[in-house]
């Protein structure tokens, strides 16, 4: 095979729109299936198979024609003209979008939950409807946590290593070809950091890393865990998201119009953007901060006060201090006051979301509800406006559909809604769904539950093989749920406020519900509680417990190691969704939106984005009427 039929294949494999556009998933499997059904990873398919299985593979007519389409698709993909050319023909605007994970695809494990699920799709939308946006990120060598469930029904988190050579990315070089790399001044010794591109689409995500054998060990496990650690270690990677982040961007002749902080991890690139600023015009850091500041915005996910990082005044001191003061030309005490509600105050810890606010010329929360929550946690900012005036708004989250809808539902939409229903305004959308039928519908609904509770069987299979179960517990396990039973689907983290046991609260009364000889329900739960979060661990232990020890046994089924792929399958196939938050303690939520296009319904309390969505009327017969 020539050397441009593998580079044609890794140019395909670097780009995760494959991660939403599954037009070549048949290319990838025909090269390696095992390593495909694993992996639903491209590159690591390229990087495991051998020429000569590559090379077969091409040597099939129909597959060498798939990845010339494919190819070709991308190139025509890059280079038609977008919904945001076609608004805004004249603009030059850049954005760069700052994030601590982003939830992209299963085979770049960089993310946790919902922040990296909003920041994920918003890349991918992004892309789709050609917004300028530069993701910035940090590239986390073992990842968020990955989940075993023991013999007594308790969490074990493990930590596997994330090679990068198997990961979709490439090096950031420089024209000579050395790594890329930026220098961040820390206590004692600077740290080198090496930067990662992902190509996204039309869009870029760079990444940065610090496990460089240039820094001491110390120093390389800076970007090991992602919510790993204790404060400092916390502290040390948002500095090097927002310092480290914005310098990059500088090394890379990228300047951006706005910079979208996605929650307060980010909020120190409001310092150094002030930094820049202020070397560039010959101004002092407050001119520079109320002028950078414009263009700035901050999105907050918390509704709750304790969900902001904050840092001990010592630790912020040790770590910036003489930042502040060569760098800034303010004091310590200065620089604090940043992230206080009372400047005066010495023993009151920085608060980033507190900086993040000040920093930004836009605030918003996630949700209408959110808004009104965020205003009254940032109303001490504000002494004596009146509530309804604190300036914080709100951008309701939204999913990127087509990486959330199955086949059939796809083929549905595509079919009464056509193929570029998601790339412009929904006006139209309303009629053209109500053309699909109630016999479609319904049959959306059955092959969508049939392929959920299929996957189910066989990946509760696996996880008890690799748990080392006995042959019995693992043949049963193929044989659990009914692909006709009313499906109910429970997945997100396992925290006290999101309630996740709360049907367990009259458990007698739950079995006879699942158990019901004439309307029989089901359920499949998966989430992970964070490894300090002992009461959200406690909650899986109670579900594994009743699941083991309950008669309804067989129609309940708890799937551990909660990952994008489980993601994908459950809201494809859960005829109900239930979401139980403690209102208004959910930002805004946003698994329900992706049940919704595939067919489903959402059960949830009136909380983030349902308090907006839901119409009494919907679902009773009568069209309803103006929101």
Known sequence: MAVVDFDLLAELALDLRWSWNHAGDEVWEKIDPEIWRLTRNPWVVLQSASRDRIERALGDPAIRQKVDDLVRTRGVANHAPTWFQQAHPDSQLCVAYFSMEYMLCEGLPIYSGGLGNVAGDQLKAASDLGVPVVGVGLLYSQGYFRQVIDGDGAQQALYPFNDPGQLPITPLRQPDGEWLRLKIDLPGYPVLVRAWH?????????????????????????????????????????LLLGIGGWRLLAALGIKPDVCHLNEGHAAFLVLERAHEFMQEHGVPFEQALATTRAGNVFTTHTAVEAGFDRYDPVLIERYLGTFAELKLGITGQRLLSLGRRNADDQSEPFNMAYLAVRGSGAVNGVSRLHAEVSRALFGPLFARWPAAEIPVGYVTNGVHTPSWDSAPADELWTETCGRGRWLGNTQ?????????????????????REALVIYARDRLSQLLAASGSGAGDIESARHLL??????????????????????????ERLINLLTNPARPVQIILAGKAHPADRPGQQLIRQWTNFIRHSPARRHVI??????????????????????TPRRPWEACGTSGMKVLVNGGLNLSELDGWWSEAYQPDLGSGRRPGPR
């Not at 820094?215 to 404060?231: D, H, K, Q, W």
């Not at 009914?482 to 458990?507: E, I, M, Q, S, V």
């Not at 708890?558 to 196939?573: A, I, K, P, R």
């Open 198 to 238: 992902v190509q996204v689409g039309r869009n870029s995500l760079y990444l940065l890393d610090s496990n460089d054998a240039a820094n001491v060990p110390a120093l390389r496990g800076i970007t090991s865990e992602l919510y790993g650690g204790g404060p400092e270690l916390r502290l040390q990677q948002e």
């Open 428 to 448: 139209s959308l309303e009629a053209q769904i109500c053309i699909a039928t109630d016999a479609q519908l319904w049959s959306l609904r059955n092959r969508n």
């Open 482 to 507: 009914d692909t006709g039973t009313l499906t109910l689907g429970f997945a997100r983290r396992f925290a006290t406020y999101k309630r996740p046991n709360l049907l367990l609260h009259d458990p």
């Open 558 to 579: 708890f799937l551990s190691d909660y990952d994008m792929l489980l993601t994908e399958q459950m809201v494809q196939g859960a005829d109900v969704w239930l979401n």
